[in-house]
């Protein structure tokens, strides 16, 4: 079935303490990404890679640090997480840039 | 800066029809998409235009005038399913960086 599959769906944590999001998708897509959703902002895109080792960052990127050494893979990180981070988070992938975007399910991510 | 503007909340009754605007300021602008998200899920596609005029998917059509900045969404013979958020979404590409920028959602109600 294709998917994208993210993990933990669910976390909370305390501030700075480094923390990972992992995304990973099985249909061999280009573009991935990863957005946090806050009420009443919508969705804000994080980072986003094109490919395998060539990423950019999106409209909010302070604080967060991503890689994408394979191509199915594209791991969220926080290095020191703080408060204004707790939100829910989304992975998305696409063929291409111009094609559309497959959702995962959200992590949920709560930082005390 | 990237801004899409589209109504916050929306009203209507089973088998009625319904138009949720986007207008949108970007630059680089490469298409308009939509994409549906039911409390707790995770928001699928649903149309895209990068040309002016009508697409239209079953009860969804989507529209673009691009020298308007403005598309809207059209959904026809409502049914309670569709009581869902609307995020209209812009992809933007410009020197050299390939994103995507969503509005703050609207909230649509389907009424019996």
């Known amino acids: 079935e294709a998917q994208v599959t993210q993990n933990p769906r669910y976390l909370i944590t305390v501030t700075g303490k480094k923390l990972t999001v992992t995304c990973s998708q099985n249909?061999?897509?280009?573009?991935m990404s990863w957005y946090r959703q806050d009420p009443g902002l919508g969705l804000r895109q994080i980072y986003y890679s094109m490919n395998v080792e060539v990423t950019d960052k999106g409209d909010v990127p302070e604080g967060y640090k991503v890689s994408r050494k394979e191509k199915r893979n594209f791991p969220l990180i926080l290095e020191s997480p703080s408060p204004n981070q707790t939100s829910l988070y989304f992975c998305?992938?696409?063929?291409?840039?111009?094609?559309?975007?497959?959702f995962g399910d959200g992590t949920r991510l709560s930082i005390l | 800066g990237q801004s899409l503007e589209q109504p916050s909340e929306v009203t209507a009754v089973e088998g009625a029809i319904v138009q949720i605007n986007c207008t949108y300021q970007?630059?680089?602008?490469?298409?308009l998409s939509w994409y549906q998200q039911h409390d707790g899920g995770a928001p699928t596609f649903l149309s895209y235009?990068?040309?002016?005029g009508l697409e239209e998917t079953g009860r969804f059509s989507s529209f673009l005038s691009r020298s308007d900045s403005y598309g809207y969404l059209l959904l026809q013979e409502l049914q309670m399913k569709d009581s869902a958020s609307y995020f209209c979404?812009?992809?933007?590409?410009?020197?050299?960086?390939?994103?995507?920028?969503f509005g703050t959602g609207t909230r649509l109600k389907v009424l019996a």
């Open positions: 998305a992938s696409s063929l291409k840039f111009n094609q559309p975007q497959h």
């Open positions: 970007t630059s680089g602008f490469y298409g």
């Open positions: 249909m061999n897509h280009e573009y």
């Open positions: 979404a812009v992809r933007a590409a410009t020197s050299g960086t390939y994103k995507y920028i």
């Open positions: 235009n990068a040309l002016d």
